[in-house]
């Protein structure tokens, strides 16, 4: 790391299609920056563990929504930080340009290619590792408030909520985009630019 290095925190479910997209701009904008990325495991069921007037769709969502993330907190306690970001690649490209809804066959695939044992999977039943994935959700969760979601991304300290994309830009737009975030959200008194979404996320 230099003095030029950015520090970037990025909060993530595995599920999210909005997530899975900032994620691919950030990967485009640290081949082109001196970016030092840390990946965290955040959880929409767990942001919505407290909401009753959700649609019964998107609470079926949750439960395999929660296989993931447990899975990803699991291998982050047993075999460190270096694993969750490869763990999260494997995992996306089934669940986002793969359009796989079949969370065995994802786990198992995943485990495979990041060369985690078949047996691992049972962690993505287990709450064994909840206490650390839930606080590390909210380590998130409590830099930029709970009327947001994922992902949550800390740059240099400075957190917020998004940003919302589709399609993920590259090369010169990819940077524009992340300094003109990276500016607004650096004046402490910004909140909230937002407009209507026009378009499903664009893999």
């Given at each position: 790391?230099?003095?030029?290095?950015?520090?970037?925190?990025?909060?993530?479910?595995?599920?999210?299609?909005?997530?899975?997209?900032?994620?691919?701009?950030?990967d485009?904008?640290?081949?082109?920056?001196d970016?030092?990325?840390?990946?965290?495991?955040?959880?929409?069921?767990?942001l919505?563990?407290?909401?009753?007037?959700?649609?019964?769709?998107?609470?079926?969502?949750?439960?395999?929504?929660?296989?993931?993330?447990?899975?990803?907190?699991?291998?982050?306690?047993?075999h460190?930080?270096?694993?969750?970001?490869?763990?999260?690649?494997?995992?996306?490209?089934?669940?986002?340009?793969?359009?796989?809804?079949?969370s065995?066959?994802?786990?198992?695939?995943?485990?495979?290619?990041?060369?985690?044992?078949e047996?691992?999977?049972?962690?993505?039943?287990?709450?064994?590792?909840?206490?650390?994935?839930?606080?590390?959700?909210?380590?998130?969760?409590?830099?930029?408030?709970?009327?947001?979601?994922?992902?949550?991304?800390?740059?240099?300290?400075?957190?917020?909520?998004g940003?919302?994309?589709?399609?993920?830009?590259?090369?010169?737009?990819?940077?524009?985009l992340?300094?003109?975030?990276?500016?607004?959200?650096?004046?402490?008194?910004?909140?909230?630019?937002?407009?209507?979404?026009?378009?499903?996320?664009?893999?």
């Amino acid at each position: 790391m230099t003095d030029k290095t950015t520090v970037v925190d990025f909060w993530f479910d595995p599920s999210c299609p909005w997530a899975w997209m900032t994620s691919r701009w950030v990967d485009e904008v640290a081949q082109q920056r001196d970016l030092d990325v840390t990946w965290h495991i955040m959880s929409l069921a767990v942001l919505n563990e407290d909401n009753h007037d959700l649609p019964e769709s998107y609470k079926a969502f949750f439960p395999r929504a929660l296989r993931y993330t447990r899975l990803v907190a699991a291998a982050a306690e047993l075999h460190g930080q270096e694993i969750v970001k490869p763990l999260y690649d494997a995992l996306g490209t089934r669940i986002h340009p793969g359009g796989s809804t079949d969370s065995d066959t994802v786990i198992a695939e995943a485990l495979a290619e990041v060369g985690l044992p078949e047996s691992f999977a049972a962690y993505a039943d287990s709450d064994e590792y909840d206490p650390q994935m839930r606080a590390s959700h909210f380590d998130g969760i409590q830099r930029v408030g709970q009327d947001v979601g994922t992902p949550v991304i800390a740059v240099n300290g400075v957190a917020f909520f998004g940003p919302v994309i589709s399609p993920a830009p590259k090369g010169e737009m990819a940077l524009t985009l992340w300094d003109g975030v990276v500016a607004a959200a650096s004046y402490d008194g910004f909140f909230e630019l937002k407009r209507s979404r026009t378009r499903d996320p664009q893999f």
